[in-house]
Each structure stands twice: as structure tokens, then as C-alpha cells.
């Protein structure tokens, strides 16, 4: 096992990190300027739905709907706070996933609906941080801003492959793979590095110490931690531990499993990876051309069943993680 992560402390932190990662009254209007430097305004909402978001603010890329229940829950300044924060890296993430994606999406991509739910009134919101809704076509965020930060850009992809293209993604491992991949391996993703990834100090310590580190930034490499955490995890670091499956499900890593990986099966962070070695080994138009692709089917595309190229994949990724220097 690599000394990345080992015995004991790996099993501590691979069960926080695989069951965290999916968790995901004012007085008047504010003017423009309370929310700089982003120097966005907050408008009253005009809409049907404005009892429940009295205030809305539009970016580039987003309209926010604030909801009063959960202003009234943090309390007005630090609720502005959060919001001045996430927005103030906002735009050039959500740009650089629509780069990413060229060629795959629309030209022209309408702004999202953003809402805020910190109050937890969606029921989802007790097994996820965020999420998009594909038939009603928005983004929730859940339990506050910290939280909304580590999953929004991961809700954008989403956005952008399921409604803003041709040829949608289907859900499960092309859905959460590429919206992981595109989210913690293309993509910088400051949203998720100005809280750190959500590790506390003594953990983002320990992913120092061993690699997975961006000096310059003084903060995780989500990169760095997708190749490491992924590769303890193809050599069994997972077996016996409940996970959330690109299935959107958890279940129980069990020996079969581990032995017969499936496309249904595999973590988010294996999915990464993942469409990681096949973009750059098959090339990034073979893959993001057959998204789409029904799993039954993928042996079609890369002329192998999937224990074979997930064998191969876990190879590739341990030499990564090498010429990287997590050891």
C-alpha cells in the first residue's frame, strides 16, 4: 500500500471523505456594493416564489435565490458574508468548466438557478451537499456556505452535460464521473480550494505531509488527493466501509466488489480517475462522444469489458501517483 494514506489512518480518513463528499429578515433590499468586491446586487425577486426567496442576485453565469429562512438561520451578515465569498471566485470556475466542455455544450449557456436551502427542507439535502435537478433544471445548495463551495462547481457539470448539451450524459458513472473529473482534476476549482477542500486543519496537515499539496496555493490539490485517495482505494482500503457509488447510493465495499468492479459500483473518486486515463489514453472525443453510452455497451467502445479496463486504469493511476510524488 502506498504510504500515502495507511493501516489504520487511511480507513479514519476514507470514511470521512467517501461520506461527506456527496453532502452536499432583512430589514430592506441591499444596494449594489454591500456584496464586494464581486460588486453584485441584491435585488428584491420579483417572482411566484418570492415568500420563500425575497432576494435574488445575478451573475454572469447564475441567478441566486436567497432563501429568508436561511438568512434568518445565520444571521444576516454572515449570510452575505458566505455569499460575497462564493461568488468572488464563481465566475472564473463555472468559465473554465464550460472550456473544458467545448465542443460538447452549447455555444451559449443560459444562466443557472442557484437556490439556497441551509434549513434543510429538502429531503435530499440529508445525504448531499448540493444538487442538480434534472427535470426542473436548477441547483440546491444544502447546510451552509462551506458546504456549497465544496460541491458547486461538481452541480455546475452537472448543469452544463445534462441540460446544455445535445447529447445529454447519462446518470451513474459517465454522469458523476465526468462531473467529478471535470470538477477536481481539469478544472483549479477555487471555489473548493478556499475552504480547503472541507478537511479541518489536522487533516489537510496530514495530505501535506504526504503530497498532496499545492505549495504555491498553501491549500490540497484536489488533483493530487483524487489520484492518491483512488489509488488506496483500487488496492482495498475501501473493503468493509460504506460509500457513496456513482450510483448515488451507499453501499458496502464488499470482497466481490472490490474484485469485480462494475461501472454501477466504483466511488466518485475511482470515477474521476476513471474518465482521467480514458481521456488520456483514448483520447477526450472518444469519451465525451459516447457519454451517453449505456454501460452494457461500453465494451464496444474501448474494446474491453470493464474489470479489464478498470485493472488497467488502476495500474496507470498508481504510476501517476508516483511520477507525482505521493509516496
Known amino acids: 500500500m502506498s504510504a500515502l494514506f495507511s493501516g489504520r489512518t487511511v480507513r479514519i480518513f476514507l470514511r470521512r471523505i467517501l461520506?461527506?463528499?456527496?453532502?452536499?429578515?432583512?430589514?430592506?433590499?441591499?444596494?449594489?456594493?454591500?456584496?464586494?468586491?464581486?460588486?453584485?446586487?441584491?435585488?428584491?425577486?420579483?417572482?411566484?416564489?418570492?415568500?420563500?426567496?425575497?432576494y435574488v442576485v445575478h451573475t454572469e453565469s447564475s441567478t441566486w435565490y436567497l432563501a429568508k429562512d436561511d438568512i434568518d438561520l445565520l444571521g444576516e451578515e454572515a449570510y452575505f458574508a458566505g455569499l460575497r465569498e462564493t461568488l468572488d471566485n464563481l465566475e472564473e470556475d463555472f468559465a473554465e468548466a464550460r472550456d473544458a466542455l467545448d465542443g460538447y455544450i452549447w455555444e451559449d449557456i443560459p444562466q443557472v438557478d442557484i437556490y439556497t436551502d441551509f434549513c434543510g427542507k429538502a429531503s435530499i439535502s440529508e445525504t448531499a451537499g448540493a444538487y442538480y435537478h434534472s427535470i426542473s433544471n436548477f441547483i440546491k445548495v444544502f447546510s451552509g456556505w462551506d458546504m456549497a463551495r465544496e460541491a458547486l462547481l461538481h452541480e455546475y457539470v452537472h448543469y452544463l452535460t445534462m441540460h446544455c448539451a445535445d447529447r445529454p450524459v447519462t446518470d451513474g458513472f459517465w454522469g458523476e464521473g465526468i462531473a467529478e473529473y471535470i470538477s477536481k482534476i481539469v478544472c483549479k476549482n477555487r471555489i473548493l480550494r478556499s475552504v480547503n477542500m472541507g478537511f479541518n486543519d489536522e487533516e489537510a496537515s496530514f495530505y501535506k505531509e504526504h503530497g498532496a499539496w499545492d505549495e504555491e496555493e498553501g491549500c490540497i490539490d484536489p488533483r493530487l488527493f483524487y489520484y492518491g485517495t483512488a489509488r488506496v482505494i483500487a488496492q482495498g482500503s475501501l473493503v468493509g466501509m460504506e460509500y457513496f457509488s456513482v450510483s448515488d447510493v451507499y453501499i458496502i465495499r464488499t470482497p466481490r466488489i472490490q474484485e469485480n468492479p462494475a461501472m454501477e459500483t466504483i466511488s466518485h473518486i475511482e470515477g474521476a480517475s476513471i474518465i482521467d486515463y480514458l481521456v488520456q489514453t483514448y483520447s477526450r472525443d472518444l469519451v465525451f462522444a459516447n457519454w451517453d453510452t449505456a454501460p452494457e455497451d461500453m465494451e464496444q467502445i474501448f474494446k474491453k469489458p470493464f474489470p479489464e479496463i478498470y485493472a488497467d486504469w488502476a495500474a496507470w493511476n498508481s504510476e501517476q501517483c508516483e511520477k507525482l510524488g505521493l509516496d
Open 19 to 54: 461520506f461527506i463528499l456527496p453532502l452536499l429578515i432583512l430589514s430592506g433590499c441591499r444596494k449594489s456594493g454591500d456584496l464586494s468586491p464581486g460588486g453584485y446586487e441584491v435585488e428584491e425577486n420579483g417572482r411566484d416564489n418570492k415568500a420563500v426567496y425575497p
